[in-house]
């Protein structure tokens, strides 16, 4: 069975990339060839993961095992009877309304991210030397589509565990990356 799933993202959000630009982005974010950002697959079962497990050490006797529907940690094996995780992507109606609307290619990137400038102060509230960071940020507001594979008998519980997954991303501690994901 295939669960559709919006999230919109509730705060500001970095889904960094690992890459860095000298002189410009010390964090950049995940985003197809065409510039749309985009949340990865493996990334979400790993926060599903962290909420799977904190949903089984409350409910010990619930039947489910992390690694009957998940497979073990850093593990790539595929089985029918594991769940399966697609990317979240900015959906194709959009992309098609983007494309209409951006005159230069470049520019896409721009209509769902920012450059947010961070830096560290010290105990007397003054900005620490060579703490200057520029992380980018996809904005607030923006509504990301995936889906997850699953058998039927399943579903109820993986919508369960979908509902405590509240933060994604990088920052998640100072306030980066709410979420709302929703079966649709």
């Known amino acids: 069975m295939e669960l559709k799933l919006k999230m919109t993202l509730l705060t500001d959000t970095i889904f960094g990339n690992g890459v860095s ?13 065409e510039g749309f950002p985009y949340y990865k ?58 494309r209409e609307s951006v005159k230069n290619p470049e520019d896409v990137l721009d209509a769902f991210t920012y450059l947010r400038t961070f830096t560290r102060l010290d105990e007397e509230g003054i900005v620490s030397k060579g703490s200057l960071r520029n992380y980018r940020c996809v904005k607030a507001g923006v509504v990301l589509t995936g ?10 519980w993986v919508g369960e565990i979908l509902g405590l997954v509240k933060w994604v991303g990088t920052m998640r501690n100072r306030g980066f990356g709410k979420v709302r994901i929703e079966i649709v």
């Open 41 to 98: 697959a493996g990334s979400l079962k790993g926060i599903f993961r962290e909420e799977l497990e904190n949903y089984l050490a409350w409910n010990p006797d619930c039947g489910i095992s992390t690694a009957d529907v998940l497979g073990t940690a850093g593990s790539d094996e595929d089985s029918e009877e594991k769940l399966r995780f697609s990317d979240f992507v900015i959906s194709d109606r959009v992309k098609r309304r983007v």
């Open 21 to 33: 630009v000298p002189g410009g982005e010390d964090s950049s974010v995940l985003c197809d060839q």
């Open 147 to 156: 889906r997850i594979v699953c058998e039927e008998k399943d579903a109820a």
